[in-house]
Each structure stands twice: as C-alpha cells, then as structure tokens.
C-alpha cells in the first residue's frame, strides 16, 4: 500500500511562500488505481514530483508498504516507482532499446510482452522488428506523437516498480485509442499500485477511486 499523510509542499516565490501542496492525504492499495484529477495549478505537478520521489515534502509523509518513502537514499527511492509523463525522452534507439533502457535487465520475451500491452503492432513500418531503429537521424523510422506515447508507456510498464505513476501520458492519442490503452494498463497493475494523474475526468474512469485538488488541497 501506499500511504500519503497530511503532505504539505511549499516553494518560495517572488511574491512569497506559495502552498503548492497543503495536508493531501490518500491511499492506494495493491492493484488498486487511485485517479488524481484538478485544473491547472491544483497541485497536481507537484503531487507527481512528490510521488515519483523527485521533490521532499516539507511535512507529512509518504509510505510504500509501511516504509518512508524519503528515508533511503535517492537511487533506492526510485526503485519504487515507474512513472510516464506528459514529457518524455525519444531515444535515438531501436524500439527494443526504447523500451528496456527503463532497467538494468534485457529480457526479450517480458519487452515483447510489454510492447504488445502498449498496442505497438509491429507491420510493414518496423522492417527489423523490435530492432528496428527509431530515427530517421539514423537509417531508422519516425513515429507519429500517439506512437511515441505507447513506447513511453511500454517504458514504464517495463520497470519492475511497487507503483506505476502516469501522468497525463495519452495527450497524443484519440479518446477511443486512450481508452484501450487504459484498460490495457488495468491489466498491467495485478499487484503494483496505480497513480493515474489527468485534468480529464473522462480519463479517470478506470480509477478504483477518485481524488480531486484544487488549491493545493483534496476537495
């Protein structure tokens, strides 16, 4: 399970201190989805950093299977979590490459696996397969924005991770195709735990519960 107790985030601005964040508290269980939705500004950037284990609360505490989640070092906090973001990096790498860079490990059936979940389907556009490069840069092919977010996701989806963190990760994809890929990361969570961030309430539905921030706050 993961745990978030009373997390407060403050950052010091120009105009003065700013609560990003102020006494947000949730839990997620395991193969549980818990959907984080708000507008803009609501926090939730901010909640990801935290969760992801980039940014420190300045109080409150985060716990993963009863564990504080800031008290290892940084290169153990992230062995938690696998996250796909809205902003991701397109390798100038094959697509087996694409995928398995997320770990230390190379296991070719589990990137197969991975890739399919994703909704990649490999035709006449990935000559080599799976070592088919994805850069034109190099001999390689492009891919559409919709496509480069299903590799994104099979990233993620690779990395062996407690919690599978996505944030606003279908931007480039129709609501119909959004809609398949969700269902696709259900059957991905089993007994990881599901953070899926959005300003879509539509996007949420696959969430066994909901919390909605506004101001910094759960509301």
Request: net charge negative.
């Amino acid at each position: 399970m993961i745990s978030v107790q009373n997390v407060t985030k403050i950052f010091e601005t120009k105009e003065g201190r700013v609560e990003a964040l102020r006494n947000v508290s949730l839990e997620v269980g395991d193969g549980e989805i818990c959907g984080v939705i708000g507008a803009s500004g609501a926090g939730k950037s901010t909640l990801v950093r935290i969760l992801s284990g980039v940014l420190i609360p300045d109080a409150g505490e985060v716990l993963v299977d009863g564990k504080d989640l800031f008290s290892v070092c940084q290169e153990d906090r992230f062995r938690y979590v696998s996250a796909v973001f809205q902003q991701f990096i397109k390798y100038q790498m094959s697509l087996r490459e694409n995928v398995e860079i997320s770990a230390q490990d190379s296991d070719y059936e589990k990137m197969k696996h991975c890739v399919q979940k994703s909704e990649i389907f490999l035709d006449e556009r990935f000559p080599q397969g799976y070592d088919t490069m994805l850069s034109r840069e190099f001999d390689g092919i492009d891919l559409s924005g919709g496509q480069w977010q299903r590799v994104a996701l099979a990233r993620g989806l690779y990395r062996d991770s407690r919690i599978i963190l996505l944030d606003e990760p279908t931007s480039a994809i129709d609501p119909v195709e959004e809609g398949v890929l969700y269902r696709k990361f259900q059957e991905m969570i089993q007994n990881k735990m599901g953070i899926l961030v959005t300003h879509r309430l539509g996007s949420a539905r696959i969430a066994d519960r909901i919390v909605v921030l506004k101001d910094g706050k759960v509301v």
